[in-house]
């Protein structure tokens, strides 16, 4: 059974560099062809990809925030961490990260609410 | 990227059939056979319900499919039940590793 869940603050100032973990189980990426994404979701609006890692430590960014992004994996902990430095409000999301299969999203996590306020 | 164009909701009774649109570009959804369609019911997370354009997971109904014809691809859901009520987000593959999702519709059954 795939599972997947997201961990980390629930409010972070302006500025302020947020770090996210996703802890998986059911698949390890370790194994040739998986993948793990992270995607966000601004309250009301649309889904927004972010990036990608893959089992051979590949890494891929949404170009509009390349520069603030950095993925990586602890594959020994089944984690995925995401860091996105200066924080601004319209950064406040629900993010989530998710397995890749093919070129679609096949099992997402529950998914963590960022508020970012001051 | 620009987010892909879907109506913001659609609505049918029960046993009926609806189809949500979904339109990119030449960039995203006419330029390859990789759009991906997900449910979410509010405040929970999204679930894959079909793949490569017309794919279904095991799991999801056959009431449930996918097409595509040029810039847009198409979700259409038959014998309309209340359960589907939900947000349905279109997402393509959009080159060079990147993805592109739609705005979402919220599905409402009458």
């Known amino acids: 059974q795939v599972t997947l869940k997201e961990s980390g603050p629930a409010l972070v100032k302006p500025t302020q560099t947020l770090t996210l973990t996703c802890t998986f189980s059911?698949?390890?990426?370790?194994?040739?062809?998986?993948?793990v994404s992270w995607i966000r979701q601004p309250p009301g609006k649309a889904l927004e990809w972010l990036a990608r890692i893959d089992w051979d430590d590949d890494k891929f960014y949404n170009t509009s925030l390349k520069t603030r992004l950095t993925i990586s994996k602890d594959t020994s902990k089944n984690q995925v961490v995401l860091t996105m430095t200066n924080m601004d409000p319209v950064d406040t999301a629900t993010y989530y990260c998710a397995r890749v299969s093919g070129v679609e999203f096949d099992y997402w996590g529950q998914g963590a609410l960022v508020t970012v306020s001051s | 990227q620009s987010a892909l164009t879907q109506p913001r909701s659609v609505s049918g009774s029960p046993g009926q059939s609806v189809t949500v649109s979904c339109t990119g570009t030449s960039s995203d959804v006419g330029g390859y056979n990789y759009v991906s369609w997900y449910q979410q019911y509010p405040g929970k997370a999204p679930k894959l319900m079909i793949y490569d354009v017309t794919k279904r997971p095991s799991g999801v109904p056959d009431r449930f499919s996918g097409s595509k014809s040029g810039n847009t691809a198409s979700l259409t859901i038959s014998g309309l039940q209340a359960e589907d009520e939900a947000d349905y987000h279109c997402?393509?593959?959009?080159?060079?590793?990147?993805?592109?999702f739609g705005g979402g519709t919220k599905l409402i059954v009458l």
């Open positions: 997402c393509s593959y959009a080159g060079n590793y990147a993805w592109v």
């Open positions: 059911g698949f390890s990426l370790s194994t040739p062809a998986m993948r």
